[in-house]
């Protein structure tokens, strides 16, 4: 059999994210347009419908969260994109997905906040939003992406996620990383893994809805298909129904945290660099984690023992590859886009093992290499 070799193609990361989606199986894409995340909107517009899917532009991110569930409570994998302000507006309808189990993914691409901020510049200041944004106790999923490729290979996994666990999965990339260009290689459809949500195995009349099968994630037949549920935001029973008993209450919120909660050792997702002997190591994420792998090299030519883990999946927090990487080090710096949104989990689970130190900027310029290099040397034993 001929091997075959695949080229590099130049993308954008906007235009790998769609990509990966469609990869995954994507066949629903609902959205505003929002600086800026547009250009994930726009390659949606022209290429979902080549691929048999469905595009609308909805009056506002309320609306494209709502179509987004209703489609995939239809049977097809849906997403939406966003930035700040609309990931705001997304919130409630997110909280809906959460409690009736609808499997989607939300992309944030992130610019500086409060409000309108500064559209166009780079931020990681979402990522406390992507956790807590909607209210309650609610588990989150959350990707972090620093390269376009990643970009691709990380959506696709979000449709995995979303559909494994019956949950929203939200994808948090730094403007920049939405907007660079980079050579790719694409892979074959046939070369990536595709998950599909679960389906009954029994008859629509011995359905329950919400019935815990033993690995937290009820089977979901699409609308349409014979199978009849009742779906609320409210607190529900086994069959949909809404319950005010403590007993249905508890199980139903404990299940819906169990069963992500039980595979945290596969969420584990990370790439590290010269942490084997490494006194001081740089924890960091997205587009600042591609300028910290410079720094430590730089660091280490020097003679410095210093070393990088970048976190691929910010929730749920990876509190066991974290709290290794503390035991080892004497010191921990953790450079972010944001006042300090990760080092604060970080530091909750330290527990005075090392020092923590920071590098934060919240002005829509970059942390370059060498500021974290300045950083390292100034900081090292």
């Not at 944004?133 to 999923?141: A, E, L, R, S, V």
């Not at 990876?318 to 990487?325: E, N």
């Amino acid at each position: 059999m001929r091997k075959v070799t695949r080229k590099q193609v130049l993308l954008q990361g906007s235009e790998a994210c769609v990509k990966g989606a469609l990869m995954a199986g994507c066949h629903f894409f609902a959205g505003y347009p929002i600086t800026p995340a547009s250009e994930i909107m726009e390659v949606m517009a022209r290429e979902l419908p080549k691929a048999g899917g469905v595009f609308i532009q909805m009056e506002d991110e309320i609306g494209s969260m709502g179509a987004v569930i209703g489609a995939s409570l239809a049977g097809a994998k849906s997403m939406t994109a966003t930035s700040g302000p609309g990931f705001s507006l997304m919130q409630e309808n997110i909280g809906f997905a959460i409690m009736t189990e609808v499997p989607c993914v939300i992309v944030d691409v992130m610019r500086v906040g409060p409000s309108q901020g500064l559209p166009t510049q780079p931020s990681q200041g979402d990522v406390m939003q992507a956790r807590w944004g909607t209210h309650g106790d609610h588990p989150t999923i959350a990707l972090a992406p620093s390269s376009v490729h990643e970009f691709l290979e990380l959506t696709v996994q979000a449709f995995n996620l979303s559909e494994r666990y019956r949950t929203p999965v939200i994808v948090l990339v730094d403007e920049v990383v939405a907007h660079m260009r980079e050579g790719v290689i694409v892979p074959a459809k046939g070369d990536i893994e595709v998950e599909e949500r679960s389906q009954p195995t029994v008859p629509p009349e011995w359905y329950i809805p919400y019935g815990d099968p033993g690995t937290g994630v009820p089977p979901m037949p699409a609308f349409g298909e014979g199978y009849r549920y009742h779906v609320t935001g409210l607190c529900h029973d086994v069959q949909g129904y809404p319950t005010t008993r403590k007993d249905e209450a508890e199980s139903l919120i404990s299940r819906l945290f169990w069963k992500i909660s039980k595979d945290l050792h596969r969420l584990q997702w990370l790439d590290s660099f010269y942490t084997e002997d490494a006194l001081i190591t740089v924890i960091a994420y997205g587009f600042v984690a591609r300028a910290a792998l410079p720094a430590v090299k730089e660091a280490r030519e020097k003679g410095l023992k210093v070393g990088l883990v970048k976190l691929k999946v910010l929730w749920p927090f990876m509190s066991q590859t974290v709290t290794k990487v503390l035991e080892k080090s004497q010191k921990v710096l953790v450079p972010e886009l944001n006042i300090g949104q990760i080092s604060r989990e970080v530091k909750r689970v330290n527990q005075g093992r090392c020092e923590v130190v920071t590098i934060n900027k919240v002005d829509g310029t970059l942390i370059t290499p060498r500021e974290i290099l300045k950083t390292l040397e100034e900081i090292h034993p």
